[in-house]
Protein backbone atom coordinates (compact mmCIF):
# COMPACT_ATOMS: atom_id res chain seq x y z
CA UNK A 1 0.00 0.00 0.00
CA UNK A 2 1.55 3.42 -0.93
CA UNK A 3 2.64 5.76 1.41
CA UNK A 4 0.99 9.23 1.90
CA UNK A 5 2.30 11.71 -0.40
CA UNK A 6 5.04 13.81 0.11
CA UNK A 7 5.45 17.35 1.01
CA UNK A 8 6.90 18.45 -2.51
CA UNK A 9 4.26 15.83 -4.22
CA UNK A 10 1.37 17.62 -2.86
CA UNK A 11 2.28 20.86 -4.20
CA UNK A 12 0.56 22.06 -7.58
CA UNK A 13 2.41 23.41 -10.52
CA UNK A 14 2.13 26.44 -9.55
CA UNK A 15 3.56 26.79 -6.06
CA UNK A 16 6.22 24.65 -7.46
CA UNK A 17 7.17 27.12 -10.24
CA UNK A 18 6.07 30.85 -8.60
CA UNK A 19 7.86 32.72 -11.29
CA UNK A 20 5.91 31.32 -14.24
CA UNK A 21 2.28 31.09 -11.75
CA UNK A 22 2.97 35.25 -11.73
CA UNK A 23 4.14 35.35 -15.69
CA UNK A 24 0.50 33.64 -16.03
CA UNK A 25 -1.68 35.48 -14.38
CA UNK A 26 -0.21 38.53 -15.56
CA UNK A 27 -0.11 37.45 -18.78
CA UNK A 28 -4.38 36.26 -18.60
CA UNK A 29 -4.73 39.55 -16.33
CA UNK A 30 -3.44 41.48 -19.06
CA UNK A 31 -6.44 40.24 -21.43
CA UNK A 32 -8.81 40.86 -19.08
CA UNK A 33 -8.20 44.34 -18.20
CA UNK A 34 -7.69 45.24 -21.85
CA UNK A 35 -11.42 43.84 -22.58
CA UNK A 36 -12.60 45.85 -19.76
CA UNK A 37 -10.39 48.25 -17.96
CA UNK A 38 -10.26 47.54 -13.79
CA UNK A 39 -13.47 48.13 -12.92
CA UNK A 40 -14.79 45.73 -15.46
CA UNK A 41 -12.23 42.81 -15.16
CA UNK A 42 -13.40 39.73 -12.55
CA UNK A 43 -10.60 38.24 -10.79
CA UNK A 44 -12.76 34.98 -10.76
CA UNK A 45 -12.19 35.23 -14.69
CA UNK A 46 -8.27 35.88 -14.08
CA UNK A 47 -8.10 32.93 -11.30
CA UNK A 48 -9.68 31.00 -14.22
CA UNK A 49 -7.41 31.14 -17.04
CA UNK A 50 -4.93 30.91 -15.11
CA UNK A 51 -5.76 27.53 -13.10
CA UNK A 52 -4.96 28.80 -9.95
CA UNK A 53 -7.30 29.76 -6.62
CA UNK A 54 -8.44 33.44 -6.04
CA UNK A 55 -6.55 33.47 -2.84
CA UNK A 56 -3.29 32.41 -4.68
CA UNK A 57 -3.89 35.50 -6.81
CA UNK A 58 -4.22 37.75 -3.86
CA UNK A 59 -1.28 35.95 -2.62
CA UNK A 60 1.57 36.50 -5.07
CA UNK A 61 -0.82 40.71 -6.18
CA UNK A 62 -2.47 41.58 -2.64
CA UNK A 63 -5.41 42.99 -4.43
CA UNK A 64 -7.40 43.21 -7.71
CA UNK A 65 -5.90 47.09 -7.63
CA UNK A 66 -2.58 45.12 -6.92
CA UNK A 67 -2.57 43.13 -10.13
CA UNK A 68 -3.44 45.57 -12.06
CA UNK A 69 -0.67 47.91 -10.83
CA UNK A 70 1.59 45.18 -11.89
CA UNK A 71 0.21 44.34 -15.23
CA UNK A 72 0.87 48.02 -15.93
CA UNK A 73 4.24 48.18 -14.36
CA UNK A 74 5.76 45.21 -16.49
CA UNK A 75 4.12 46.63 -19.91
CA UNK A 76 5.86 50.10 -18.92
CA UNK A 77 9.24 48.29 -18.27
CA UNK A 78 8.97 46.12 -21.62
CA UNK A 79 7.76 49.24 -23.55
CA UNK A 80 10.95 51.08 -22.12
CA UNK A 81 13.35 48.41 -22.84
CA UNK A 82 12.69 48.26 -26.11
CA UNK A 83 13.12 52.26 -26.11
CA UNK A 84 16.21 52.10 -24.79
CA UNK A 85 17.71 50.41 -27.12
CA UNK A 86 17.72 53.08 -28.93
CA UNK A 87 20.69 55.31 -29.17
CA UNK A 88 19.03 58.76 -29.66
CA UNK A 89 22.01 60.67 -28.24
CA UNK A 90 24.35 60.05 -31.37
CA UNK A 91 22.30 60.33 -33.95
CA UNK A 92 20.93 63.55 -35.79
CA UNK A 93 17.44 64.86 -34.44
CA UNK A 94 15.78 64.06 -37.11
CA UNK A 95 17.56 60.37 -37.82
CA UNK A 96 16.59 60.07 -33.61
CA UNK A 97 13.28 60.83 -34.09
CA UNK A 98 12.78 58.61 -37.17
CA UNK A 99 14.28 55.90 -35.02
CA UNK A 100 12.14 56.81 -31.55
CA UNK A 101 8.88 56.25 -33.38
CA UNK A 102 9.81 53.39 -35.40
CA UNK A 103 10.59 51.24 -32.15
CA UNK A 104 8.00 52.67 -30.12
CA UNK A 105 5.64 51.35 -32.68
CA UNK A 106 7.36 48.02 -32.92
CA UNK A 107 6.46 47.61 -29.36
CA UNK A 108 3.19 48.62 -30.03
CA UNK A 109 2.41 46.35 -32.47
CA UNK A 110 3.66 43.33 -30.24
CA UNK A 111 1.76 44.05 -26.81
CA UNK A 112 -1.56 45.00 -28.29
CA UNK A 113 -3.35 45.14 -24.78
CA UNK A 114 -2.03 48.07 -23.86
CA UNK A 115 -4.04 50.56 -25.79
CA UNK A 116 -7.27 49.56 -24.65
CA UNK A 117 -5.80 49.26 -20.71
CA UNK A 118 -5.06 52.62 -21.10
CA UNK A 119 -7.86 53.99 -22.82
CA UNK A 120 -9.87 52.64 -19.93
CA UNK A 121 -7.49 53.91 -16.99
CA UNK A 122 -7.72 57.23 -18.60
CA UNK A 123 -11.71 56.94 -18.41
CA UNK A 124 -12.19 54.70 -15.35
CA UNK A 125 -9.79 56.28 -12.97
CA UNK A 126 -8.62 59.48 -14.13
CA UNK A 127 -4.73 58.22 -14.74
CA UNK A 128 -4.28 57.79 -10.95
CA UNK A 129 -2.30 54.36 -11.69
CA UNK A 130 -0.68 55.84 -14.82
CA UNK A 131 0.58 57.97 -12.40
CA UNK A 132 2.80 55.51 -10.70
CA UNK A 133 4.56 53.93 -13.61
CA UNK A 134 7.26 56.63 -13.70
CA UNK A 135 5.50 57.87 -17.22
CA UNK A 136 7.57 60.90 -17.14
CA UNK A 137 10.66 58.53 -18.77
CA UNK A 138 9.11 57.58 -21.37
CA UNK A 139 8.06 61.20 -22.74
CA UNK A 140 11.41 63.02 -20.99
CA UNK A 141 13.85 61.28 -24.13
CA UNK A 142 11.59 62.38 -26.58
CA UNK A 143 10.80 66.18 -25.21
CA UNK A 144 14.87 65.96 -25.25
CA UNK A 145 15.14 64.97 -28.48
CA UNK A 146 12.84 68.05 -29.77
CA UNK A 147 14.83 70.83 -27.79
CA UNK A 148 18.00 69.30 -29.07
CA UNK A 149 16.12 69.49 -32.42
CA UNK A 150 15.42 72.90 -31.72
CA UNK A 151 18.80 73.91 -29.93
CA UNK A 152 20.32 72.20 -33.28
CA UNK A 153 17.99 74.60 -35.92
CA UNK A 154 16.70 71.55 -37.32
CA UNK A 155 13.61 71.44 -35.75
CA UNK A 156 10.98 74.52 -35.81
CA UNK A 157 10.47 76.14 -32.32
CA UNK A 158 7.46 74.59 -30.38
CA UNK A 159 5.76 73.32 -27.46
CA UNK A 160 8.02 70.04 -26.80
CA UNK A 161 5.49 68.76 -24.15
CA UNK A 162 2.61 69.04 -25.88
CA UNK A 163 4.36 67.85 -29.32
CA UNK A 164 5.60 64.76 -27.62
CA UNK A 165 2.36 64.04 -26.61
CA UNK A 166 0.82 64.79 -29.96
CA UNK A 167 3.38 62.41 -31.45
CA UNK A 168 2.59 59.72 -29.08
CA UNK A 169 -1.29 60.11 -29.60
CA UNK A 170 -0.36 60.24 -33.85
CA UNK A 171 1.31 57.10 -33.34
CA UNK A 172 -1.44 55.37 -30.91
CA UNK A 173 -4.38 56.27 -31.77
CA UNK A 174 -4.62 53.93 -34.64
CA UNK A 175 -4.32 50.80 -32.43
CA UNK A 176 -6.58 52.44 -29.92
CA UNK A 177 -9.73 52.65 -32.22
CA UNK A 178 -8.43 49.51 -34.15
CA UNK A 179 -12.25 48.26 -34.14
CA UNK A 180 -14.02 51.45 -35.11
CA UNK A 181 -11.29 53.04 -38.16
CA UNK A 182 -11.51 48.97 -39.41
CA UNK A 183 -14.44 49.89 -41.02
CA UNK A 184 -12.80 52.68 -43.43
CA UNK A 185 -11.06 49.84 -45.19
CA UNK A 186 -12.13 47.04 -47.34
CA UNK A 187 -13.49 44.22 -45.53
CA UNK A 188 -10.96 41.43 -44.64
CA UNK A 189 -7.84 43.49 -44.64
CA UNK A 190 -6.27 42.98 -41.54
CA UNK A 191 -4.93 46.06 -40.31
CA UNK A 192 -2.54 44.11 -37.29
CA UNK A 193 -0.98 42.38 -40.22
CA UNK A 194 2.81 43.54 -41.14
CA UNK A 195 1.70 45.37 -44.54
CA UNK A 196 -0.72 47.52 -42.75
CA UNK A 197 1.13 48.15 -39.57
CA UNK A 198 4.48 48.92 -41.85
CA UNK A 199 2.37 51.82 -43.62
CA UNK A 200 0.70 53.21 -40.90
CA UNK A 201 4.64 53.06 -39.39
CA UNK A 202 5.55 55.07 -42.09
CA UNK A 203 2.80 56.99 -42.54
CA UNK A 204 3.14 58.15 -38.71
CA UNK A 205 6.64 59.09 -39.05
CA UNK A 206 6.74 61.09 -42.08
CA UNK A 207 3.78 63.37 -40.62
CA UNK A 208 5.80 63.71 -36.94
CA UNK A 209 8.85 64.95 -38.84
CA UNK A 210 7.16 66.90 -41.28
CA UNK A 211 5.64 68.61 -38.21
CA UNK A 212 8.36 69.61 -36.25
CA UNK A 213 11.25 70.42 -38.72
CA UNK A 214 11.90 74.16 -39.36
CA UNK A 215 10.61 75.29 -42.65
Known amino acids: MPGPASKTEKQSPATRDPEATKTRILDAAEVEFAQGGLLGARTEAIAAKTGVTKAM???????????????????????????????????????????????????VGVNRNLPAIFFYEGIQNQGRFYSQIAMQSLYMPLVDLLQRGMDSGKFRQMNTFHVAVNIIGLSTFYFCSMENIKHLWEPGIDLLGPEMREQHKSEAIQQAVAGVLKL
Open 57 to 107: LYYYFGDKEGLYLAVLERAYTRRMAALQKVDLHSLEPEQALRAFISAFLDE
